[in-house]
């Protein structure tokens, strides 16, 4: 089982910029592909980037290439998200996960952390 959690979250003003982080344990990390979903308020969850455990595969949301940049660690178990040029659009609980499904294995969520953007 893999156990993750955010951190790194907080209020920041347009135009701004903020690393959120995820701090990954359990498991074998290389079977997952390593990935930040945002779930706005009265909204459903997004993707938001993908990074395989690798590093040679990266996807973006449209709405964030060219701003965000996702990110890992190996040795520290540590992926991180960096946010910037941000918008108040991009106001949501951020999520890690950790996607094992390409090998039969379960997704794995973190609680969330709260970015908001004011203008």
């Known amino acids: 089982q893999v156990q993750l959690v955010e951190s790194g979250g907080g209020s920041v003003q347009t135009g701004d910029s903020l690393r959120i982080s995820c701090t990954a344990s359990?498991?074998?990390?290389?079977?997952?592909?390593m990935g930040w979903f945002r779930q706005a308020q009265g909204q459903e969850r997004k993707f938001v980037a993908a990074?395989?455990?690798?590093?040679?595969?990266?996807n973006y949301a449209s709405s964030v290439a060219g701003r965000f940049t996702i990110s890992r660690e190996n040795a520290k178990k540590m992926v991180y998200l960096q946010m910037n040029s941000l918008r108040p659009e991009d106001t949501a609980v951020y999520y890690c996960?950790?996607?094992?499904?390409?090998?039969?294995?379960?997704?794995?969520w973190g609680q969330g952390t709260q970015v908001t953007v004011s203008s």
């Open positions: 990074m395989s455990w690798s590093g040679s595969n990266t």
């Open positions: 996960s950790a996607d094992g499904s390409s090998k039969k294995l379960s997704i794995y």
């Open positions: 359990g498991g074998i990390l290389s079977d997952y592909t």
